[in-house]
């Protein structure tokens, strides 16, 4: 190959040397002289050109594409010149320029068409490469080589790479040590970030464990975690920081008052057990009391229940979610029965039954009487919703989640699960239902949620919408979660009908009882 002939020109040089070294064996004084005139022959053909690049390291973003200067001192036409840049060994090139276009044969095949010679600036001896798509792979040093005929010269410069992740998200994870353990995680970092805690001066927190990995794709992901004291770093950020882009990316939060444990554990436990123990006692004389008024009542119930029965009977649903009304970022499977929140928003028609800011959707059924029952199932994931909506409930923009808004439901939001009453009311479950059963009542516009796996109640919404408006479930979720709706599991129904309050005459006498 053409690029090889200085090799011929190095072999010339030392047959030149040697004529040198034998002349001056027969005569000293000639050989002196051929020797300085071959050096000055020399000299001036190796001050042809000069091959320059940059002194410091040249800087590329991860999946951004960057361009390796490169020029010819003095500036002279390098468009019939041959250009190589390579990075270790010459025949194994990055990129090569002969002939007046860039040739591909023998390119090392993970620069295959991702490299570009610029040739804009070639009259003026300007050889950049451009490299596409900045892998982790591309970092390190790179040599610029030109040859003009026998005479070449080549450069070496260093590219880094680096990556800016994503923006930390910080989450607040339960009580630790008297405090509060808040834990920060981002993914997507190159080279390895710096992490820490600050507190509202900027001044830095001693973090309780840091874990940084790197993933399949050599991109670095973090999770930090600090325990927050009341009343000393409740105002706090989380900032991580690449150190070569020398950008950082950080998330604040503060801790409320309300969070923190307000008495020693062992108070807590010692006030239990001392209301527990009243309580008994107390239970204990009034059962005599209630045991006659109890039993009627409980036959009042069976009979109002074998009522229901044989007149109102209870429809088991078989729910179909409505592509129609599916947000864009949302993935419903070929079943309809399913939903996942997506990676992407999809290019749908956005049309008024649509939701459009809200990760929502309506199943196809509506109702505007009669007693229905389904169920829904968790597939995982930290952020949900589900319950029913009024046909007419808004879709555009922000949509309230409340009876107010039109949706009656229960979510579950880092680990907490809460029925989205007007002001959230926190749930005290021991844990996360895997499957929930709806159950509407159009006739006394009534909502109740129950475990579908022990039979729990879970919550029951007191009536709120009015007689014969059109209702239909309500599915919404977030990243990482997935619901399914599924038929009843057997006895379902009828545990519904033993859980749903009877009359309110019926519940307000019990509580008299009690009291």
Not at 45 to 53: D, H, L, P, Q
Not at 91 to 113: C, I, M, N
Request: one cysteine or more.
């Amino acid at each position: 190959m053409e690029f090889w002939s200085h090799l011929d020109q190095v072999t010339v040089k030392t047959e030149v040397l040697s004529f040198c070294h034998s002349s001056r064996a027969s005569s000293p004084l000639p050989g002196f002289i051929v020797f300085f005139l071959i050096y000055y022959v020399h000299k001036i053909e190796s001050a042809k050109f000069t091959v320059i690049g940059p002194h410091d390291p040249a800087t590329a973003i991860l999946g951004q594409e960057t361009v390796l200067p490169c020029h010819l001192s003095p500036p002279m036409s390098a468009a019939n010149m041959v250009v190589i840049w390579f990075r270790s060994q010459l025949a194994s090139f990055v990129h090569l320029y002969r002939g007046g276009k860039d040739q591909y044969d023998g390119q090392l095949p993970e620069y295959q068409g991702r490299t570009e010679l610029l040739k804009a600036g070639l009259k003026d001896g300007n050889v950049p490469l451009r490299i596409l798509n900045i892998r982790g792979s591309d970092e390190g040093k790179y040599h610029c080589f030109v040859q003009d005929d026998t005479f070449y010269e080549e450069t070496i410069l260093e590219l880094r790479v680096a990556g800016l992740g994503s923006a930390p998200l910080i989450s607040v994870e339960g009580h630790q040590d008297g405090g509060i353990r808040v834990v920060c995680r981002s993914t997507g970092w190159y080279p390895e970030p710096e992490v820490l805690w600050k507190d509202f001066n900027g001044r830095r927190l001693p973090s309780l464990s840091e874990t940084i990995s790197q993933g399949d794709n050599n991109l670095f992901e973090i999770e930090t975690a600090i325990v927050v004291k009341k009343y000393s770093n409740q105002n706090l950020s989380c900032c991580i920081r690449n150190t070569i882009l020398n950008q950082e990316k950080e998330s604040a939060v503060y801790i409320a008052d309300p969070f923190f444990p307000r008495v020693n554990p062992w108070m807590v436990a010692l006030s239990v057990i001392l209301v527990v123990l009243i309580g008994f006692i107390g239970l204990t004389v009034n059962l005599f009391k209630m045991k006659g008024k109890l039993t009627k009542e409980v036959e009042k119930r069976d009979n109002e229940i074998r009522w229901r029965r044989s007149v109102a009977p209870i429809e088991e649903a078989n729910v179909t979610l409505d592509p129609h009304t599916a947000h864009p970022e949302l993935v419903l499977s070929k079943d309809q029965k399913s939903v996942r929140r997506g990676n992407t928003r999809q290019q749908l028609p956005n049309t008024p039954e649509r939701f459009d800011t809200e990760p929502c959707v309506l199943g196809c059924e509506g109702f505007t009487s009669g007693r229905h029952c389904w169920e829904v199932e968790v597939g995982g994931g930290r952020y949900w919703a589900m319950g029913v909506a009024r046909e007419s409930v808004r879709r555009k923009e922000g949509i309230s989640r409340s009876p107010e808004g039109g949706i009656w439901a229960v979510e579950r939001w880092e680990g907490q699960i809460r029925a989205l009453t007007s002001s959230e009311t926190p749930l005290s479950l021991s844990r996360v239902p895997s499957r929930i059963r709806i159950c509407l009542d159009c006739d006394r516009g009534q909502v109740t949620f129950i475990n579908a796996g022990d039979e729990a109640p879970i919550f029951t919404f007191l009536p709120g919408f009015v007689p014969g408006e059109r209702i239909r479930p309500w599915l919404a979720v977030w990243w990482g979660s997935q619901l399914r709706l599924c038929p009843c599991a057997a006895g379902g129904i009828t545990q519904w009908v033993e859980h749903w309050p009877a009359k309110p005459s019926l519940v307000s006498s019990l509580l008299e009882g009690a009291i």
